[in-house]
């Protein structure tokens, strides 16, 4: 009987459907597509981004357009005028562009690594880890926090010194001085904002200066958490609470996910970081569909970590006791939350 459990559970990791789960153990193959993934969705954003700029009509409102990728470009201060008005595409071309030519040379590391690269990083590289040693997939975690606080501060500097950001209470694009006031930037956590009490939280804020305040808070912290875990490894409270294998790890990072998805469903509704003029004013339908999204990638979450648990010998009943009340909790949030959100928006 064992030994047939044994013979499923190796066909299942082998099977073509079950994706990168047949790299688990072969860091070298799965840095691979982790890259040509990555190129992919670079290439996904140039071509798109050309895409559109074929499509743009100059007379109509961008808002009128179906335009997914444009709009953004222009909230970030590219080739917009007054009031919102594309004036010039030549910005988004080379953007576009430049997205192309990232994603040839990320499709190319990709390829490398997945056909010539060793299958193992072991032995050959410093990023070398293993799923079972909390201190490389630390070194790891560190990484990437690094490079999230460096995105961060690339949007601080383009809105404080490279061109501003397009302000859609002024109606035009200048820089930005960012508040600092860290009781101010971590109160909207709390519902706390300038002007008193708000059910919306970070959704709430109603300037741009705090909001790149946020964003050079959030670098600081990534940038100086990164460096922590690069340089240390978790305490005997962290190796005994956290699923150490690959099933564990990448339910951490669907929780991740799932829950910056279900945070910006109500996001969506604020028109300081979502200009009317830019994005329209239906915002329904993307916080729905940002809300199933969010959910599916929890209920990925809860199945990797469970499957993860169950490998390492943990998985109980007290185990799906826990997972029952967490959904329970993490349900009434979200309806709690999106139910205040619209009421808000709605008096508003």
Known sequence: MQSLQSSATTDFEQAWWVGNSRLTD?????????????????FWAGAVTLLEI?????????????LLLLPRLANLGWGVGIDGLVVDTYPYFVIGILHL????????????????????????????????????????????LVVLGLGALLLVAKATTYGGLYDTHTGTVHTISPTLFPFRIFGYLFGLTPHGWDGRGIAAVDNLSDVVGGHLW????????????????????????????????LSYSLAGVGLMALVSAYFVYNTTVYPVELFGSDRTPTALIQILLGITFLGGHVWHNLRGQSKLGRLNESSYF?????????VA????AFVLNISANITA
């Not at 490398?112 to 630390?138: A, I, M, Q, R």
């Not at 826990?322 to 993490?330: K, L, P, S, V, Y």
């Open 26 to 42: 072969l860091s070298g193959r799965l840095l691979g597509a982790h890259v040509a993934h990555a190129g992919l969705i670079v």
């Open 54 to 66: 074929s499509r743009f009509v100059p007379d109509l409102p961008i808002t009128d357009q179906g």
């Open 101 to 144: 030519i990232s994603s040839a040379v990320l499709g190319a590391g990709g390829l490398f690594h997945v056909l010539k690269g060793p299958e193992t990083l072991k032995g050959v590289s410093d990023f070398n880890y293993e799923w079972s040693d909390p201190k490389s997939l630390s070194f790891v975690l560190g990484q990437h």
């Open 218 to 249: 959030i670098a600081i912290i990534c940038l100086a958490g990164g460096t922590w875990h690069i340089l240390t490894q978790p305490n005997e409270w962290a190796r005994k609470h956290f699923v150490y294998n690959g099933d564990g790890i």
């Open 322 to 330: 826990a997972t029952a009340i967490a959904a329970i909790i993490m």
């Open 333 to 336: 949030i979200v309806v709690t």
